[in-house]
């Protein structure tokens, strides 16, 4: 489910096959600095769910009318 290692935003579009003009719709989520998720592309391995998670943030995504790619709302 979520990464492990280390790899560039922009690798992750490419390997996804993200086109250019469609990466700016993709939501980038952090906290404290440190990437979580890419949309719903891919979540760091450190905030996917686990046995011992004790909080869960929901995040829904409703798509446009224009982008090809959900857009996050919490």
Request: overall charge positive; glycine content about 4%.
């Amino acid at each position: 489910l979520g990464m492990t290692g280390h790899k560039k935003i922009h690798d992750i579009f490419i390997d996804k096959k993200i086109p250019r003009q469609d990466r700016l719709a993709i939501p980038i989520f952090t906290h404290n600095n440190k990437l979580v998720a890419i949309g719903n592309l891919t979540i760091s391995q450190k905030h996917s769910i686990a046995p011992k998670t004790r909080i869960i943030i929901k995040i829904k995504t409703m798509a446009s009318n224009k982008a090809k790619y959900p857009i996050a709302q919490t």
